[in-house]
């Protein structure tokens, strides 16, 4: 008898004494295969018995297994019930599997905040895979996460001391680069050679990286190359497109250049569908190095990586179309290009449109367009636009004129190895007097500049406003409204979000698009903006641009009204009177309407009328409901104005006044209440009159 056979036989030993842990690794090694003839349906039977005894890893096995299918028939929602039983046991694995399900099924559907609780409860239970998402989401500042490169680091250490080789390649990268604790080469390539010993090709291609370049250790560049050659047919596309640029080099000492094994390399990230070695070889194609040239080709690349959202090949292929190199030259297409690329952060393309606003756009709005896109480019360290923003500042064009500033930006230039920016910034030392005071510049300006330079996503939704109304200092323009709302967006303001959205929604300027309108409303929702959540709300209530889901709506609404939105406030209100996602609770309802109404609330008042008027649980009280109907009409909500035409004409809770009515209509009408306008309408169609019939009519 085999060791394993013992194994198995004490495993059954113990199963049938009751062990729910030998049960349930029995079940698992007959599931499996592992010393038994596969048998997925007993395997099954025995981790069901050992989940229903409440033994948490054989439900959450369990719960896995009927998520995914495997052998059985896919249960998505035993499966839930499952994994969620041995979450509630708190068993780490399942708690961030739970975690993982929000996650997986789609955040229009999920409660970010949960997922982030899920994931945190896991990691600190020591689950490795939460523990290395959760760093991850500190590292990137993403769904809920703030970038805290210090948290990130003590979850990727924890990751790694439990033996995960990924986490130990990214504490090495954190050591090597400094992110989160200080630059250390010694411990960074050791924790690079640990994950190598794991087999861990990321790691070995950085501890290579160090090898080659000669950084912290003694360069050795063939053994460099051969290590990054190991982790390449590994798969790595790191390796891959290095490669492709070590061999196209003339910078090595001991590795010798050939093209042709440039194109070898990169034709291997190609058929991974990687965009910097589809622009690697593009090039070779340009020049005809190692390959037949071939302009066609080399376009064909460029414009595949576009399209798969590289800003370089982007603003590349926008290059080609300006100059008509490999194709028909057309300014058009190649502006739109630019335009892409640096939405997508390209900052040669923000500089090169920041040119042609200055130099060929008439339009009134072109100089704060120009003076926009070299800021954003010399802040991404374009050293181009250091110097046009320095000449700008020290001859006073598009600007107040300071020979501060532009002493700045010639210094940044120059800081960065720029001869021009340093023989500008010595001639105007030399030249300038540091005591002379200069002009200041308008408040418009600082506003720009500081929205710019200051990753200010408030200044930006404001100059955004700006432009979308139209002032004394800006002219009325959506293309320039949307560009400073992106940036706020860029810069975390969810204000801005939520008016793209509404001009997706009205069709203003852009075309009218639900589906963009809810992407941009949830954006700005994640992000914390009450007017968003309750937009998304309604949609989700109503079931415009998404599936209808009350549940949902519900969600968004209390989340809206619980930061004093009155909108919000107003459409928890209806969910509790209606019982929209929630039982219906009126007394819920009404504590609501009431925020609201404090909050400055027309509608809420109007609501409570509706409440008095018509709930059993205040015995529909016409005298209260007249008189919140009342306060509503008098605040200007045209609703409550047609409806208290109806009371005055019905004589509900008021003597009825025919006089009374036909004021409180005509207040509505010209408001726009479309009732209102039926009301009038339907009376001047009664009359005699025909000139009174032909008004009602229209």
Known sequence: MTIEDKSNDYLRMMANRGDLEAKFELGKRIYDGIGFEPNTREGIRIIREAAESGYAPAQNYLGAILMNGENIAEDKVMGKEWISKAAEQGFPKAISNVASIIKDSGWADSDEHTYVELLKESAEKGYPEAQFNLALRYYNGTNGFPVDNIKAFEWFMKCAEQGDPHAMTWVGFMYDYGHGVPIDDKKAMDWYLKAEDKGDYEAKYRRAMHYLRGWGVDKSEKWAVERIKDSARAGNLKAIRELGAIYSSKDYETIERSYEESAFWYRQGVYQNDAPSMIGL?????????????????????????????????????????????????????????KKAAGMGNEHAMRRLGDWYLYNDESEVA????????????????????????????????????IKKALRYYYDAANEGDDVGLSNYKRLMNLSDPMEKEEEETPLERSMRIAIDCDDGKECELIGDKYYRGDSELPQNYECAVEWYEEAIANGNGLAA??????????????????????????????GEPVAQRNLADMYL???????????GFKWARRSAE???????????????MGYGVPEDREA???????????????????????????PEF?????????????????????????????????????????????WFTKSCESGNENAMYEIGSDLLASDDPADCKRGFD
């Open 589 to 615: 309802a009404m504590k609501w309407y009431l925020r609201a109404s404090d909050n400055g609330s027309s509608k809420a008042e109007y609501c409570m009328s509706r409440l008095y008027s018509r709930s």
């Open 619 to 663: 015995h529909g009280d016409d005298i209260r409901a007249f008189s919140w109907c009342m306060m509503s009409a008098l605040h200007g909500y045209g609703p409550a104005q047609c409806t208290l035409g109806r009371l005055y004409r019905d004589g509900k809770g008021i003597e009825p006044s025919e006089e009374e009515s036909k004021k």
């Open 542 to 552: 109503r079931g415009i641009g998404v599936k209808r889901n009350p549940e949902m």
């Open 563 to 577: 930061q004093d939105y009155q909108d919000g406030q107003v459409v928890l209100g209806e969910c509790y009177e």
């Open 282 to 338: 593009a090039k070779l194609y340009e020049s005809g190095d190692g390959v037949e040239q071939s302009y066609q080709k080399a376009i064909g690349l460029y414009r595949t990586a576009s399209e798969q959202g590289s800003a370089k090949a982007t603003f590349i292929l926008a290059t080609k179309y300006e100059d008509g190199i490999g194709l028909e030259k057309d300014m058009a297409v190649a502006l739109d290009l630019y």
């Open 498 to 527: 939520t008016n793209i959205g509404w001009m997706y929604q009205t069709g203003t300027w852009f075309e009218k698009n639900i589906d963009k309108a809810v992407e941009y409303y949830r954006k700005a929702a994640k992000a």
């Open 367 to 402: 100089k704060d367009r120009a003076l926009m896109m070299y800021r954003k480019a010399a802040n991404k360290g374009c050293i181009g636009a250091e110097i046009d923003l320095g000449r700008i500042y020290e001859n006073g064009v598009l600007v107040t004129r300071s």
